[in-house]
Protein backbone atom coordinates (compact mmCIF):
# COMPACT_ATOMS: atom_id res chain seq x y z
CA UNK A 1 0.00 0.00 0.00
CA UNK A 2 1.60 3.35 -1.35
CA UNK A 3 -1.27 5.98 -1.71
CA UNK A 4 -4.21 6.44 0.28
CA UNK A 5 -7.45 8.88 -0.31
CA UNK A 6 -10.32 10.49 2.70
CA UNK A 7 -13.26 11.73 1.62
CA UNK A 8 -15.98 13.62 4.14
CA UNK A 9 -19.59 12.71 2.60
CA UNK A 10 -22.69 13.84 4.01
CA UNK A 11 -23.81 16.83 6.45
CA UNK A 12 -20.98 17.92 8.15
CA UNK A 13 -20.54 18.15 11.81
CA UNK A 14 -17.40 19.05 14.04
CA UNK A 15 -14.39 16.56 14.42
CA UNK A 16 -14.47 15.84 10.32
CA UNK A 17 -11.18 17.83 10.44
CA UNK A 18 -9.40 15.90 13.45
CA UNK A 19 -10.20 12.76 11.69
CA UNK A 20 -8.42 13.71 8.73
CA UNK A 21 -5.47 15.12 10.21
CA UNK A 22 -5.20 12.30 12.62
CA UNK A 23 -5.26 9.86 9.39
CA UNK A 24 -2.82 11.41 8.10
CA UNK A 25 -0.62 11.49 10.71
CA UNK A 26 -1.15 7.55 10.86
CA UNK A 27 -0.56 7.22 7.28
CA UNK A 28 2.86 8.92 7.30
CA UNK A 29 4.50 8.14 10.97
CA UNK A 30 3.76 4.38 11.00
CA UNK A 31 3.54 3.08 7.02
CA UNK A 32 5.25 6.26 5.10
CA UNK A 33 1.73 7.19 2.96
CA UNK A 34 0.69 9.33 0.28
CA UNK A 35 -2.25 10.74 1.75
CA UNK A 36 -4.54 12.44 -1.22
CA UNK A 37 -8.17 14.81 0.55
CA UNK A 38 -10.80 14.26 -2.15
CA UNK A 39 -12.08 17.16 -2.47
CA UNK A 40 -15.98 17.55 -2.04
CA UNK A 41 -16.88 14.36 -1.40
CA UNK A 42 -17.64 11.63 -3.88
CA UNK A 43 -18.12 14.50 -6.27
CA UNK A 44 -14.94 15.06 -6.43
CA UNK A 45 -13.49 11.60 -7.81
CA UNK A 46 -16.58 11.55 -10.37
CA UNK A 47 -15.02 15.47 -12.38
CA UNK A 48 -12.16 14.84 -14.70
CA UNK A 49 -9.35 15.75 -13.44
CA UNK A 50 -10.17 14.24 -10.17
CA UNK A 51 -9.99 16.85 -7.54
CA UNK A 52 -7.80 16.73 -4.52
CA UNK A 53 -5.22 17.93 -2.64
CA UNK A 54 -1.82 15.92 -1.41
CA UNK A 55 -2.27 16.55 2.61
CA UNK A 56 1.46 17.02 3.71
CA UNK A 57 2.52 18.41 7.43
CA UNK A 58 2.04 21.91 6.36
CA UNK A 59 -1.81 21.07 5.69
CA UNK A 60 -2.06 20.90 9.69
CA UNK A 61 -0.30 23.47 10.75
CA UNK A 62 -2.17 23.07 14.50
CA UNK A 63 -5.50 25.10 13.65
CA UNK A 64 -7.35 21.62 11.84
CA UNK A 65 -7.84 20.21 14.73
CA UNK A 66 -10.28 22.66 16.41
CA UNK A 67 -12.04 23.84 13.41
CA UNK A 68 -15.32 23.02 12.81
CA UNK A 69 -16.84 22.14 9.24
CA UNK A 70 -14.32 19.61 6.80
CA UNK A 71 -11.76 21.85 4.92
CA UNK A 72 -12.04 19.05 2.04
CA UNK A 73 -15.46 20.10 1.79
CA UNK A 74 -18.64 17.61 1.51
CA UNK A 75 -21.94 17.00 -0.29
CA UNK A 76 -25.19 15.71 1.12
CA UNK A 77 -27.47 15.92 -1.98
CA UNK A 78 -27.47 14.16 -5.25
CA UNK A 79 -26.92 9.96 -5.04
CA UNK A 80 -24.22 9.33 -7.39
CA UNK A 81 -26.47 6.35 -8.56
CA UNK A 82 -29.25 8.37 -9.73
CA UNK A 83 -26.89 12.23 -9.93
CA UNK A 84 -28.71 15.45 -10.66
CA UNK A 85 -27.84 17.13 -13.96
CA UNK A 86 -27.79 20.08 -15.28
CA UNK A 87 -30.12 20.11 -18.06
CA UNK A 88 -32.68 18.71 -15.70
CA UNK A 89 -31.85 14.79 -16.27
CA UNK A 90 -30.52 12.19 -14.22
CA UNK A 91 -27.28 10.27 -14.71
CA UNK A 92 -25.83 7.08 -12.89
CA UNK A 93 -22.02 8.82 -12.46
CA UNK A 94 -20.35 5.80 -9.98
CA UNK A 95 -18.00 4.82 -13.02
CA UNK A 96 -17.11 7.96 -13.02
CA UNK A 97 -16.31 7.77 -9.22
CA UNK A 98 -14.37 4.08 -9.76
CA UNK A 99 -12.41 5.79 -12.65
CA UNK A 100 -11.23 8.43 -10.57
CA UNK A 101 -10.09 6.30 -7.69
CA UNK A 102 -7.98 4.17 -10.05
CA UNK A 103 -6.89 7.41 -11.83
CA UNK A 104 -5.27 8.70 -8.62
CA UNK A 105 -3.72 5.30 -7.93
CA UNK A 106 -5.52 4.96 -4.89
CA UNK A 107 -4.42 1.88 -2.90
CA UNK A 108 -7.38 2.32 -0.38
CA UNK A 109 -9.90 5.25 0.62
CA UNK A 110 -11.09 6.32 3.92
CA UNK A 111 -14.20 7.53 4.06
CA UNK A 112 -15.83 9.38 6.82
CA UNK A 113 -19.83 9.65 5.88
CA UNK A 114 -23.37 8.93 8.20
CA UNK A 115 -25.44 5.57 7.15
CA UNK A 116 -26.40 6.80 3.99
CA UNK A 117 -22.62 7.99 2.88
CA UNK A 118 -21.74 4.39 3.87
CA UNK A 119 -24.64 3.08 1.63
CA UNK A 120 -23.93 4.51 -1.60
CA UNK A 121 -19.52 4.22 -1.22
CA UNK A 122 -20.41 0.34 -0.44
CA UNK A 123 -22.46 -0.06 -3.25
CA UNK A 124 -19.87 1.35 -5.40
CA UNK A 125 -16.64 -0.23 -3.74
CA UNK A 126 -18.71 -3.73 -4.47
CA UNK A 127 -18.94 -2.31 -8.22
CA UNK A 128 -15.67 -1.17 -9.06
CA UNK A 129 -13.20 -2.89 -6.33
CA UNK A 130 -12.13 0.13 -4.59
CA UNK A 131 -10.48 -0.63 -0.81
CA UNK A 132 -12.48 1.33 1.65
CA UNK A 133 -12.93 1.67 5.31
CA UNK A 134 -15.88 4.00 7.01
CA UNK A 135 -15.73 6.30 9.69
CA UNK A 136 -19.12 6.76 11.13
CA UNK A 137 -20.09 10.13 11.65
CA UNK A 138 -23.43 12.01 12.21
CA UNK A 139 -24.62 14.74 15.08
CA UNK A 140 -27.83 12.86 14.99
CA UNK A 141 -26.15 9.23 16.24
CA UNK A 142 -27.78 7.28 14.51
CA UNK A 143 -25.05 4.53 12.87
CA UNK A 144 -25.69 1.63 13.94
CA UNK A 145 -22.78 -0.77 15.75
CA UNK A 146 -21.31 2.39 17.13
CA UNK A 147 -22.16 4.16 20.56
CA UNK A 148 -20.46 7.32 18.84
CA UNK A 149 -20.46 8.76 16.06
CA UNK A 150 -18.08 11.95 15.34
CA UNK A 151 -20.08 15.16 15.60
CA UNK A 152 -22.93 14.06 17.76
CA UNK A 153 -21.01 15.15 20.92
CA UNK A 154 -20.10 18.68 19.96
CA UNK A 155 -24.14 19.14 18.82
CA UNK A 156 -25.04 17.79 21.88
CA UNK A 157 -22.92 20.50 24.27
CA UNK A 158 -24.30 23.18 21.28
CA UNK A 159 -28.00 22.69 22.22
CA UNK A 160 -26.70 22.39 26.44
CA UNK A 161 -25.09 25.79 25.75
CA UNK A 162 -28.54 27.07 24.21
CA UNK A 163 -30.20 25.71 27.10
CA UNK A 164 -27.85 27.02 29.73
CA UNK A 165 -28.85 30.72 27.98
CA UNK A 166 -32.45 30.24 27.81
CA UNK A 167 -32.96 29.50 31.30
CA UNK A 168 -31.99 33.16 32.67
CA UNK A 169 -34.17 34.46 29.88
CA UNK A 170 -36.80 32.08 31.25
CA UNK A 171 -36.60 32.83 34.34
CA UNK A 172 -36.22 36.78 33.66
CA UNK A 173 -39.55 36.80 31.89
CA UNK A 174 -41.35 33.61 33.56
CA UNK A 175 -41.60 32.38 30.30
CA UNK A 176 -41.35 29.03 28.41
CA UNK A 177 -38.07 29.01 26.38
CA UNK A 178 -38.70 25.85 23.30
CA UNK A 179 -35.37 24.63 21.74
CA UNK A 180 -35.96 22.98 18.32
CA UNK A 181 -32.70 21.13 17.90
CA UNK A 182 -31.76 18.75 14.91
CA UNK A 183 -31.84 14.58 14.74
CA UNK A 184 -33.74 13.95 11.21
CA UNK A 185 -34.84 10.59 12.64
CA UNK A 186 -33.68 10.07 15.94
CA UNK A 187 -33.96 12.48 19.11
CA UNK A 188 -30.83 11.50 20.42
CA UNK A 189 -29.38 15.09 20.47
CA UNK A 190 -32.49 16.56 22.51
CA UNK A 191 -32.47 13.41 24.88
CA UNK A 192 -28.88 13.72 25.90
CA UNK A 193 -28.66 17.97 25.85
CA UNK A 194 -32.79 17.81 27.30
CA UNK A 195 -30.92 15.99 30.30
CA UNK A 196 -27.87 18.19 30.71
CA UNK A 197 -29.58 21.60 30.51
CA UNK A 198 -31.94 20.80 32.72
CA UNK A 199 -34.70 20.81 31.00
CA UNK A 200 -38.40 20.28 32.01
CA UNK A 201 -40.34 18.96 28.84
CA UNK A 202 -38.07 16.81 26.14
CA UNK A 203 -39.77 15.57 23.09
CA UNK A 204 -38.18 13.17 20.71
CA UNK A 205 -39.73 11.06 17.38
CA UNK A 206 -39.16 7.96 19.15
CA UNK A 207 -41.97 8.63 22.16
CA UNK A 208 -45.79 10.38 21.62
CA UNK A 209 -46.79 12.68 23.67
CA UNK A 210 -49.71 15.66 23.52
CA UNK A 211 -50.09 18.89 23.68
CA UNK A 212 -51.91 18.12 27.39
CA UNK A 213 -49.02 16.19 28.68
CA UNK A 214 -46.79 19.28 27.82
CA UNK A 215 -49.35 21.94 29.94
CA UNK A 216 -50.29 19.15 32.71
CA UNK A 217 -45.91 19.00 33.45
CA UNK A 218 -46.24 23.26 32.77
CA UNK A 219 -48.96 24.12 35.11
CA UNK A 220 -47.17 21.15 37.67
CA UNK A 221 -44.41 23.53 37.99
CA UNK A 222 -46.51 26.77 38.03
CA UNK A 223 -48.07 24.62 41.67
CA UNK A 224 -44.36 24.50 42.51
CA UNK A 225 -44.20 28.46 42.03
CA UNK A 226 -41.42 27.80 39.14
CA UNK A 227 -43.36 30.07 36.46
CA UNK A 228 -40.88 29.56 33.86
CA UNK A 229 -39.48 26.40 31.91
CA UNK A 230 -37.61 24.54 29.52
CA UNK A 231 -38.53 22.81 26.55
CA UNK A 232 -36.51 20.66 23.92
CA UNK A 233 -37.69 19.22 20.84
CA UNK A 234 -36.08 17.18 18.35
CA UNK A 235 -36.96 18.54 14.77
CA UNK A 236 -38.56 15.17 13.33
CA UNK A 237 -41.06 15.04 15.98
CA UNK A 238 -44.68 14.89 14.24
CA UNK A 239 -47.24 17.26 14.79
CA UNK A 240 -50.33 15.80 16.65
CA UNK A 241 -51.91 14.57 13.24
CA UNK A 242 -49.06 12.46 12.80
CA UNK A 243 -47.50 14.77 9.68
CA UNK A 244 -43.78 16.14 10.26
CA UNK A 245 -42.90 19.94 10.41
CA UNK A 246 -40.99 20.82 7.29
CA UNK A 247 -39.38 23.81 5.39
CA UNK A 248 -39.32 23.92 1.65
CA UNK A 249 -36.50 25.42 0.12
CA UNK A 250 -36.52 27.65 -2.95
CA UNK A 251 -34.26 25.29 -4.57
CA UNK A 252 -36.77 22.80 -4.29
CA UNK A 253 -35.09 20.71 -1.46
CA UNK A 254 -37.27 20.07 1.65
CA UNK A 255 -36.16 19.89 4.89
CA UNK A 256 -37.43 19.59 8.69
CA UNK A 257 -38.21 22.37 10.52
CA UNK A 258 -41.25 24.10 12.34
CA UNK A 259 -42.07 22.21 15.02
CA UNK A 260 -40.98 24.19 17.86
CA UNK A 261 -43.08 27.28 16.67
CA UNK A 262 -46.25 23.95 16.69
CA UNK A 263 -45.71 23.52 20.19
CA UNK A 264 -45.89 27.22 21.12
CA UNK A 265 -48.88 27.91 19.30
CA UNK A 266 -50.86 25.21 20.79
CA UNK A 267 -49.89 25.59 24.23
CA UNK A 268 -50.48 29.13 23.65
CA UNK A 269 -53.48 28.93 22.21
CA UNK A 270 -54.55 26.44 25.19
CA UNK A 271 -53.51 28.36 28.35
CA UNK A 272 -52.08 32.07 29.14
CA UNK A 273 -48.45 30.62 29.06
CA UNK A 274 -46.07 32.67 27.16
CA UNK A 275 -43.30 30.73 24.72
CA UNK A 276 -40.86 31.75 23.12
CA UNK A 277 -39.08 29.60 20.94
CA UNK A 278 -35.71 28.86 19.04
CA UNK A 279 -34.64 26.95 16.42
CA UNK A 280 -30.61 25.97 17.13
CA UNK A 281 -30.23 24.38 12.87
CA UNK A 282 -26.34 24.28 11.77
CA UNK A 283 -24.73 25.86 14.57
CA UNK A 284 -24.67 22.39 15.63
CA UNK A 285 -22.76 21.45 12.78
CA UNK A 286 -20.53 23.76 12.38
CA UNK A 287 -19.75 24.31 15.98
CA UNK A 288 -15.74 23.78 16.66
CA UNK A 289 -15.12 20.13 18.08
CA UNK A 290 -16.11 19.45 21.21
CA UNK A 291 -12.98 17.73 23.66
CA UNK A 292 -15.18 14.63 23.47
CA UNK A 293 -15.23 14.83 19.26
CA UNK A 294 -11.70 15.53 19.00
CA UNK A 295 -10.74 12.56 20.88
CA UNK A 296 -13.12 10.05 18.92
CA UNK A 297 -11.87 11.57 15.66
CA UNK A 298 -8.22 11.02 16.93
CA UNK A 299 -9.10 6.89 17.76
CA UNK A 300 -10.61 6.29 14.41
CA UNK A 301 -8.52 8.23 12.72
CA UNK A 302 -5.75 5.64 13.85
CA UNK A 303 -7.55 2.61 13.72
CA UNK A 304 -9.19 3.10 10.31
CA UNK A 305 -5.56 3.48 8.71
CA UNK A 306 -4.36 0.25 10.55
CA UNK A 307 -7.06 -1.33 9.12
CA UNK A 308 -6.82 -0.50 5.20
CA UNK A 309 -2.78 -1.42 6.16
CA UNK A 310 -3.77 -4.83 7.15
CA UNK A 311 -6.03 -5.12 4.04
CA UNK A 312 -9.23 -5.26 6.19
CA UNK A 313 -11.42 -3.61 3.33
CA UNK A 314 -15.00 -3.06 3.45
CA UNK A 315 -15.08 -2.38 7.34
CA UNK A 316 -16.50 0.41 9.97
CA UNK A 317 -14.61 1.33 12.87
CA UNK A 318 -16.88 1.80 15.95
CA UNK A 319 -16.64 2.89 19.70
CA UNK A 320 -17.70 0.33 21.83
CA UNK A 321 -17.03 -0.49 25.77
CA UNK A 322 -14.44 2.39 26.01
CA UNK A 323 -12.76 1.36 22.65
CA UNK A 324 -12.23 1.66 19.47
CA UNK A 325 -13.35 -1.91 17.35
CA UNK A 326 -14.06 -2.67 13.80
CA UNK A 327 -17.36 -4.45 12.01
CA UNK A 328 -18.80 -4.99 8.54
CA UNK A 329 -19.82 -1.31 7.10
CA UNK A 330 -23.79 -3.82 6.41
CA UNK A 331 -23.84 -3.52 10.15
CA UNK A 332 -23.44 0.11 10.69
CA UNK A 333 -25.99 0.45 7.68
CA UNK A 334 -28.34 -2.21 8.85
CA UNK A 335 -28.54 -1.87 12.87
CA UNK A 336 -29.70 1.70 12.76
CA UNK A 337 -29.83 3.29 16.25
CA UNK A 338 -32.64 5.08 17.21
CA UNK A 339 -33.55 6.07 21.26
CA UNK A 340 -35.25 2.79 22.61
CA UNK A 341 -37.62 3.03 25.08
CA UNK A 342 -36.09 1.21 27.75
CA UNK A 343 -32.49 3.73 27.10
CA UNK A 344 -30.68 4.41 30.18
CA UNK A 345 -31.20 7.91 29.90
CA UNK A 346 -35.04 7.69 28.92
CA UNK A 347 -35.43 5.86 32.27
CA UNK A 348 -33.07 9.07 33.82
CA UNK A 349 -35.53 11.46 32.04
CA UNK A 350 -39.04 9.75 33.80
CA UNK A 351 -37.15 9.39 37.36
CA UNK A 352 -36.24 13.25 37.21
CA UNK A 353 -39.59 14.24 36.23
CA UNK A 354 -39.41 15.45 33.04
CA UNK A 355 -42.28 14.72 30.55
CA UNK A 356 -40.99 12.87 27.84
CA UNK A 357 -44.05 11.70 26.39
CA UNK A 358 -46.83 9.19 27.22
CA UNK A 359 -44.34 6.33 28.50
CA UNK A 360 -44.23 5.42 32.25
O1 LIG B 1 -28.19 14.39 9.32
C1 LIG B 1 -27.63 15.54 9.82
C2 LIG B 1 -28.58 16.72 9.73
O2 LIG B 1 -27.96 17.82 10.35
C3 LIG B 1 -29.95 16.48 10.33
O3 LIG B 1 -29.94 16.55 11.73
C4 LIG B 1 -30.72 17.56 9.63
O4 LIG B 1 -32.10 17.22 9.56
C5 LIG B 1 -30.12 17.62 8.26
O5 LIG B 1 -28.83 17.06 8.37
C6 LIG B 1 -30.04 18.99 7.66
O6 LIG B 1 -29.52 18.91 6.38
P1 LIG B 1 -29.02 20.17 5.53
O7 LIG B 1 -27.62 20.49 5.97
O8 LIG B 1 -29.08 19.73 4.13
O9 LIG B 1 -29.94 21.32 5.82
Given at each position: MKRIGILTSGGDCGGLNAAVRSIFYRAKEKYNLDVYGILEGTVGLMERPPRYIKLDYGTFSGNLIRQGGTFLGTTNKGNPFKYPMPDGTFKDRTT???GGYHELGLDGLIVIGGDGSMKIIKEIANKGNLNIVAIPK???NDVGATESSIGFHTAVDVATNALDNLQFTAA????TMILEVMGRDAGHIALNAGIAGGADVI???EINYTI???IKKLKQLNSYGIKHSLIVVAEAVKQENGKNSTVKFADGETRLGGIGSYI???IMNKTNIECRVTTLGHVQRGAPPSTQDRILASA??????????????DRMVAWNDRKVVDFPIQMGIETYKEVELDDSLVKTALALGIYIGDIS
Open positions: EIVTIDSHSRLIPDGIASKFGVYAVDLLAQKKF
